[in-house]
């Protein structure tokens, strides 16, 4: 089945510690997503990545770092500068560039003790 | 500046009865329109979309939207809500990225 996945579902980090989630998709869409979800405060663009090795900041990229080695991956870095990374963390991809329609992974909930 | 709002946070319903969640854009032309659903835990499933011509959209789960230019808006309609169908709701605009709204909390009562 072509889909996106991202895991691990849940992770709990302590504080001052880098952590990478993971997505994957075999859906041979050029173009991948990352967002951050908080309450009541819908969905917020970090980075995306329309080709291969090469990747922008959306809207809220500061204390997130991201790579693009392979179409099918699209790793996120949340790193010890991200004031606040607790967070529902989404992974989307599109067929061409970010003009077109955006399918969604399940998500990945990252809690910061 | 291009925005999406849902006018309504939380909106309950009876199993049974008809359903509309409103969604209004600002935009100057005419733009892409999308319906998202997302269960509590789960990631966003597109319902339906809006990019051209018949301004009645089909979507999936008996899901249907309305593009309406001179009211710039693109509400969602169901005409008989199932207790599956509680969840959080999204409409979203495409301009050189997709702008989501804030999401509608559909409840249902049994």
């Known amino acids: 089945d072509g889909g996106i996945t991202q895991s691990p579902k849940y992770l709990f980090r302590k504080e001052g510690q880098n952590v990478t989630l993971s997505c994957e998709q075999n859906?041979?869409?050029?173009?991948m997503y990352w967002y951050r979800q908080d309450p009541g405060q819908g969905l917020r663009l970090i980075y995306y990545s329309q080709i291969v090795n090469d990747f922008q900041k959306g809207d809220i990229a500061e204390g997130y770092s991201v790579s693009r080695e392979k179409k099918e991956s699209f790793p996120l870095t949340v790193t010890s500068a991200q004031k606040n990374p607790t967070a529902f963390y989404l992974c989307?991809?599109?067929?061409?560039?970010?003009?077109?329609?955006?399918?969604f992974g399940p998500g990945t909930r990252l809690t910061v003790l | 500046a291009q925005s999406v709002t849902q006018p309504d946070i939380h909106i309950t319903v009876s199993e049974g009865a008809s359903l509309e969640l409103r969604c209004n854009y600002s935009?100057?032309?005419?733009?892409?329109l999308f319906w998202y659903v997302q269960s509590p835990g789960q990631g966003l499933q597109l319902l339906l979309k809006?990019?051209?011509?018949?301004?009645l959209v089909q979507g999936i789960k008996g899901f249907e939207a309305e593009f309406k230019r001179s009211q710039s808006s693109f509400n969602l309609r169901k005409p008989s809500v199932h207790w599956s169908d509680a969840a959080e709701y999204f409409c979203?605009?495409?301009?050189?990225?997709?702008?989501f709204g804030k999401g509608t909390r559909l409840h249902i009562l049994p």
């Open positions: 979203a605009l495409l301009d050189d990225k997709i702008i």
């Open positions: 859906l041979n869409h050029d173009a």
């Open positions: 809006y990019f051209s011509g018949d301004t």
């Open positions: 989307a991809s599109s067929p061409s560039g970010i003009t077109d329609t955006q399918y």
């Open positions: 935009y100057g032309a005419t733009p892409y």
